[in-house]
């Protein structure tokens, strides 16, 4: 079993920058591919950006985040981070965590993640 717990969420003004965080309970977190997905008002729930696991090097975001957010990890701390800079009122969602051993079908399916987080919420203004 894998809890993930993220933080980081809140209020910034358009053009702002907020760094999300996601804490992984277990002690294997480096065999886990990571991502982000995000849940915004009266939309679907749709992929950020993912992380592989130890021995991938593939880092993947959705196009309408590149340029401005970046994925990353931290395996000593059992970490996973969404730094957010440019931010834009349409990034206005609920963020998500999300895990799972490989293989994958897919990076940016959220059916092919087993555990995920509760969600913090991100609410930019202009």
């Known amino acids: 079993q894998v809890q993930l717990v993220e933080s980081g969420g809140g209020l910034v003004q358009a053009g702002g920058s907020l760094r999300l965080s996601c804490v992984a309970s277990?002690?294997?977190?480096?065999?886990?591919?990571m991502a982000w997905f995000r849940q915004g008002p009266g939309k679907e729930r749709e992929f950020v950006a993912a992380i592989g696991w130890s021995g991938e090097t593939t880092i993947t975001y959705t196009d309408s985040v590149k340029g401005r957010f970046t994925i990353s990890r931290d395996n000593a701390k059992n970490t996973v981070s969404l730094q957010m800079n440019s931010l834009k009122p349409e990034d206005t969602a609920v963020y998500y965590c999300?895990?799972?051993?490989?293989?994958?079908?897919?990076?940016?399916?959220?059916?092919?993640?087993?555990?995920w987080g509760q969600g913090t919420q991100v609410t930019v203004s202009s």
């Open positions: 277990g002690r294997a977190f480096n065999r886990y591919a």
């Open positions: 999300a895990a799972s051993l490989p293989p994958l079908p897919s990076w940016s399916q959220e059916t092919a993640y087993d555990y």
